[in-house]
């Protein structure tokens, strides 16, 4: 519906996540714990999630930010259909835990440079993932789509 809001939040969140990257490799360039790599992670994402908390909040009270943000939830922000808390928990262990102990660490042993590139190459190997899985007829479940304009921004 609004292109151009879309593209402006997807710049704000490349710009946050290269921000993220200098931060943490500048946080662990010197760090001697074994752990340090979790300990930036694990702090970064608390204060993370308490921003988010507020900001869901804060946008569950106008209608009308419910509506922009997710048409798709009729106007509750709160629901969750109990089929995708699969898919959440999955989300959230693998992608969220794991991805970013992983850049942690990562973080640690390379140059921010180099895991930025990563990062950015990693939706294009996602993809090519999806098209050769696809291509070879796996699909389970239908779960996997062709990439579409999406791909391009």
């Known amino acids: 519906r609004h292109p151009r809001i879309g593209q402006l939040f997807f710049f704000f969140n ?5 921000l993220e990257v200098v931060v943490w ?5 010197h760090a001697e714990a074994p752990m340090a790599h979790f300990a930036v992670m694990a702090e970064s994402y608390l204060v993370a999630a308490c921003l ?5 909040t804060a946008t569950s009270f106008s209608p009308s930010a419910v509506d922009f943000f997710c048409p798709e939830c009729q106007g509750n922000a709160w629901h969750l259909p109990p089929h995708a808390l699969w898919a959440v928990a999955y989300s959230v262990v693998f992608q969220t835990v794991l991805g970013y102990i992983s850049q942690a660490w990562a973080l640690r042993h390379a140059e921010s440079s180099f895991v930025a590139l990563y990062m950015t190459v990693q939706p294009l190997m996602a993809a090519g993932v999806a098209v050769t ?3 070879c007829g796996v699909n389970p479940k239908g779960a996997l789509s062709w990439p579409g304009r999406e791909m391009i921004g």
């Open 14 to 18: 490349c710009l946050a996540s290269s």
């Open 25 to 29: 490799r500048r946080l662990l360039r």
């Open 52 to 56: 988010m908390a507020l900001a869901c």
């Open 133 to 135: 899985l696809l291509t």
